[in-house]
């Protein structure tokens, strides 16, 4: 073999060991790349009481029960499911009942969803133009600000 091609052959070895060790990275990571589950998809996947992961969707609309100290208990829907959350701490100051937020904790054995970090997202009044075009063309477009122009 010349050094040309004993060259060719380490840098292919090198390309395809990298290859490989990112598929095995990407295959292992590949529920954790998720932000977060929705109610729905918890119940679809059967996450398991104890496995700890995000969970998102909107402040269920009377569903907020503060109790004593700053324990507070609200629930998660997608619109379809909704999961109850027990969180103790103090909550975003954007938190409310039909607003984004996302918590990070466990399922108890009841079924609840025992938080230990609770993020409020703010309403989404900027969206970039592709994104509202492809919710247009879906026909799930729900604009609830100030109509404004799309720019391009």
Same mark, same amino acid.
């Given at each position: 073999?010349?050094?040309? &091609?004993r060259r %060719?052959?380490? @840098?292919?070895?090198?390309?395809?060991?990298? !290859?490989?060790?990112?598929?095995?990275?990407? *295959?292992?990571?590949?529920?954790? @790349?998720?932000?977060?589950?929705?109610?729905?998809?918890?119940?679809?996947?059967?996450? &398991?009481? #104890?496995?700890?992961?995000?969970?998102?969707?909107?402040? !269920? +609309?009377?569903?907020v029960k503060?109790?004593?100290?700053?324990?507070?208990?609200?629930?998660?829907?997608?619109?379809?499911?909704? @999961? &109850?959350?027990?969180? +103790?701490?103090?909550?975003?100051?954007?938190?409310?009942?039909?607003?984004?937020?996302?918590?990070?904790?466990?399922?108890?054995?009841? #079924?609840? *969803?025992?938080?230990?970090?609770?993020? !409020?997202?703010?309403?989404?009044?900027?969206?970039?133009? +592709?994104?509202?075009? %492809?919710?247009?063309?879906?026909?799930?477009?729900?604009?609830?600000?100030?109509? &404004?122009? %799309?720019?391009?």
């Amino acid at each position: 073999m010349s050094r040309k &091609q004993r060259r %060719a052959v380490l @840098i292919l070895t090198c390309v395809g060991l990298l !290859a490989v060790a990112s598929l095995l990275i990407l *295959f292992a990571l590949r529920d954790s @790349i998720v932000f977060f589950h929705t109610p729905s998809e918890v119940v679809e996947k059967g996450i &398991q009481a #104890g496995q700890r992961f995000r969970l998102g969707g909107l402040v !269920a +609309e009377g569903s907020v029960k503060r109790g004593e100290g700053s324990l507070v208990e609200f629930g998660v829907t997608d619109t379809v499911k909704t @999961i &109850q959350v027990v969180y +103790e701490g103090v909550l975003p100051d954007l938190f409310r009942e039909g607003q984004g937020v996302v918590t990070e904790g466990r399922l108890d054995e009841t #079924g609840k *969803f025992q938080a230990d970090t609770v993020l !409020a997202k703010h309403d989404e009044n900027y969206m970039p133009p +592709e994104v509202a075009d %492809a919710l247009k063309d879906k026909g799930v477009w729900q604009h609830m600000g100030k109509s &404004q122009p %799309a720019t391009n």
